[in-house]
């Protein structure tokens, strides 16, 4: 079994949380457990953005927004180390299986712009989206001011890799149009897969249960029925019409993803 362990630059930040004791035994197994899967999830997704750049390079996007993305490899990998923090101070160990790494798809079958609008779309406009969402009703929640403050500058890069999608997509739709003038519906036929497997993968990280507890859901255990109902509307009411403003068929795409 191949491990992550971030107890090192975990301990390093030398994060504290104030007194923690009233936390019983399950629910500061719940919370390490929660914080450890953020850890995991922040870490790996890393990798994605790694992929993005010979693939933005291959469709010639321009030096400063490489440079971006680059950064973003950067911003996921701290935000795994700072989830590792929480760990250690809720007294826990930053140290967790790492699971299979699913590889990035290099859209082979495509050419180099709607291959990389295909990326950015899934990652940025879908699951960045969803995480700004997600994020903010969390950081709202919690009301430890500590771990309401890794929220925010967790969230704050989340906004960053949301936006970065959602603006680079108004130009490389205008080249993909002038490359092929079918492109825009068969990115409507990719976004059927995009948003099942987005679906699949937030609902695996949100069981559909309450928080076990008021003191569990302070150190960040959600409530999984909200989270849940979260996402739907993050999709139905801010991703589908922002692609549908691109001229993208995002509404049959969902629709089509649920069937
Ligand atoms: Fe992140
Ligand atoms: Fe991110």
Redesign the pocket.
Known sequence: MTALDLRGPARERGFMLPDTSALGASDREAAIGTWLGRMVN?HI?ARVFAALVPQLMAAGVEHDDLARVAGMIG??LS?GVMCGAVVEALGGEAFAPLPALDAVPTHADAGPVEAALRNLLSICCLSETV?VALITAEAERTPVPELAEVLRV?LA??VG?ARFGWRLLGPLLERLDAESPEGRERLGGYLIGAFRHLREHELAHLPPRPAPSPEAERYGVCDGNEARALFFDTVETVIVPGLAAHGLPARVAWERSLA
């Open positions: 922040e997704s911003e996921e935000h995480a967790i890069d989340e890799h």
